[in-house]
């Protein structure tokens, strides 16, 4: 199709720059002058998966090889979608415009459940078989990374390999290893047994699964010389690792539209329900001075105006103090704002709240995630009533008027006198503001709680753990609101039937890629947006399947039960997960990385936080 003709159909759309293409910062690359053409795909919108550091990353050190062209895809929107089916359009990369079906790679990035069936829906557009067995030839091989990978079963019939882990290394080894294997022309089959010889790589098809009478698993099997335990790849010195210089800057507007510069992986914390925490240990920290330059050579090649430090924690940064200042030495003088998300109410001294002051004035966010303080203590969660409320007047004292909560609901051992918790501890802010002898005057305080739905996922000490129903999300969901008696609170919840869905996908094993399958014929894609979820659907997709969701959610699993991702390796061991399981039920908290080690088994790579002296 010519440009004009392409033009003239994007014209029938909501946002024709999410397909457009031709951004700053975009890379285009004689496609005959490169060996492997990789499609980077993200399976959501333009505006969500342009706004994720992993594919600029990955887009970037793919590009930065003469021999690959990486481009961009993302899942088009339902109007455009309509308007590719009824024009023959199979899906695109968004640099080329070429079909993404003759590329050498296609390549998920599945950062969360709810996107499954836009993987599906994106291979179908493509033209391609959706399960890996039907796909019998070398290329494309469909890949995918991410978090989700942590237990890939539930798409693993879709999906070719897997990487666990960070990609920076282990894609790349991939690639050189398929550039050999299709120089001395060899099939599918031959290079995926190759590929599970690379650590960090996981090649579904090369184990069988079988199942006890009660649905459990009995065994899992590899064949063809396949490792028995797959173990996650890190990048050991984050100062040595690859970070790019420069990002696609986007026409339309996009979730995060700044530079985002990361400051470390992993988390000291060990909130217990917190998968991220605990599947990227062990910390690693970029120096302030890496930091620094990076931000500031990325601020100078897109022009953005603001920088994001990203990472989990950022006020755990040891270097904090010394990079706000090496940042502030320059991003004032070129009008570069900076902003810090993701901040403990712990850690959040007096110097560094001063420090934010001047940097911008906006709304305070914190995570307390539970209501009381006999909750926070089994979560892990080692912020106190007290510290919230001091870093509250603090805050108000410096002219903050607006305090955000994050909470959750349906933790394990939750009572409806912690929902109360959550309740009283907004009103005790509130409370706190109108007792400042010297508050601002005319000024009202607005306290925003949003809660969200626990949901238990791997690798967490929480993974054995039941997910309280979709009825019973709802009953808490109205106590709470009922527990709320003053306009300065308001209320946002998450959508119980998604959080539903999400936890039996997140703890799920093969069986479900039928579900998958089913709902995605029924027509579900985009689920995690309320205006396209559809629960009857997948219900209906559940039903056909003969597959309960019960079984995968809401049930107490035994510690001796071989979970789906038992064979996949991310560092943390399940003695120290069962350790931690039971530590919380006693409603005790666990001392972070810095304090002591507790022997989570992260160490056995060698680097970060586990071999800095305490
Ligand atoms: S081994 Fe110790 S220091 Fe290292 S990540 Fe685990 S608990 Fe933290």
């Known amino acids: 199709m010519d440009t004009q003709q392409f033009e003239k159909l994007l014209l029938q759309v909501q946002k024709p720059g999410r397909y457009s293409g031709g951004e700053s910062g975009s890379i285009i690359k004689d496609k005959e002058k490169v060996d492997v053409r990789f499609a980077f795909c993200f399976p959501d919108t333009y505006e969500i998966g342009m706004s994720h550091l992993g594919m600029k990353i990955l887009y970037s050190l793919f590009n930065s090889r003469e021999d690959i062209w990486c481009e961009r895809v993302f899942a088009p929107w339902t109007d455009f979608e309509a308007v590719m089916r009824e024009n023959n359009i199979p899906l695109f990369a968004l640099e080329s415009r070429d ?33 890996s067995a039907d796909r019998t030839s070398l290329s494309p091989l469909v890949v995918a990374g991410g978090p989700c990978v942590c237990n890939p079963e539930p798409i693993a019939d879709f999906i070719d390999l897997f990487f666990l882990g960070e990609g920076e290394e282990v894609d790349l080894e ?49 064949k063809n010389g396949a ?42 914390r060990g909130c217990r329900f917190c998968q991220a925490g605990f599947i990227y240990r062990p910390v690693r920290e970029k120096s302030s001075d890496t930091v620094n330059r990076q931000a500031r050579a990325l601020c100078e090649n897109t022009g953005y105006d603001e920088i994001s430090l990203s990472s989990l924690s950022t006020s755990d940064y040891r270097e904090i103090e010394p990079l706000l200042n090496k940042l502030l030495g320059w991003t004032e003088k070129s009008y570069v704002s900076l902003a810090l998300p993701s901040l403990r109410i712990d850690n959040f001294s007096d110097e560094l709240l001063d420090k934010i002051k001047h940097i911008r004035k906006s709304g305070l966010t914190f995570a307390p995630e539970a209501g009381t303080q006999r909750l926070r203590d089994v979560i892990n969660k080692n912020v106190t009533e007290e510290e919230i409320l001091n870093t509250c007047r603090t805050a108000f004292e410096g002219g903050y008027t607006a305090v955000k909560l994050y909470f959750m609901l349906g933790l394990p051992t939750e009572t409806d ?39 238990p996922k791997p690798f967490t000490p929480f993974q054995f753990e039941p997910q309280i129903t979709k009825e019973e999300i709802h009953r808490r969901q109205e106590y709470l609101k009922s527990c709320i008696t003053t306009r300065k609170i308001s209320l946002s919840y998450h959508d119980s039937a998604t959080s539903s869905l999400e936890g039996v996908f997140a703890r799920g094993d093969r069986r479900l ?41 809401n049930r107490l699993r035994d510690y001796s039960e071989i979970n789906p991702w038992d064979h996949l390796d991310y560092g943390v061991t399940k003695k120290f997960l069962i350790k931690e399981n039971e530590t919380a039920h006693n409603e005790k908290t666990t001392p972070n990385c810095r304090e002591k080690c507790s022997a989570c088994g992260a160490a056995c790579y060698g680097e970060g936080v586990c071999f800095e002296k305490r």
């Not at 089913?518 to 894609?525: E, Q």
């Open 417 to 455: 006198e912690d929902l109360k918790g959550i309740a009283d501890l907004g009103q005790k802010i509130v409370n706190e503001f109108y007792s400042m002898p010297n508050k601002p005057k005319g000024k009202s305080v607005s306290v925003s709680i949003s809660v969200s739905t626990f949901v």
């Open 99 to 131: 079909a993404i079906k003759d590329f050498d790679f296609i390549g998920f990035t599945l950062q969360y459940e709810m996107a499954y069936t836009n993987v599906l829906n994106m291979l179908d557009l493509a033209g391609l078989p959706l399960k």
């Open 227 to 268: 490792p028995a335990v797959i173990s996650k790849r890190i990048i050991k010195d984050m100062d040595k690792c690859y970070y790019p210089d420069n990002f696609v800057v986007p026409y339309i507007e996009i979730v995060h539209d700044r530079v985002v510069q990361e400051v470390f992986r992993g988390c000291i």
């Open 513 to 553: 890629g039928a579900v998958i399958e089913l709902a995605y014929k029924n027509g579900c894609t985009f689920d995690s947006w309320t205006e396209c979820f559809d629960d009857e659907k997948w219900k209906k997709a559940f039903e056909d399947a003969g597959v309960s969701p019960e079984f995968y959610a």
């Open 174 to 222: 991939i690639i050189d290893l398929y550039k050999e294997h299709k120089k001395k022309g060899s099939t599918k089959e031959e290079f995926l047994r190759a590929a599970a010889k690379i650590e960090g790589v996981y090649v579904p098809s090369l184990y069988d699964i079988e199942y006890n009478e009660d649905n459990t698993i009995k065994s899992v099997t590899p």
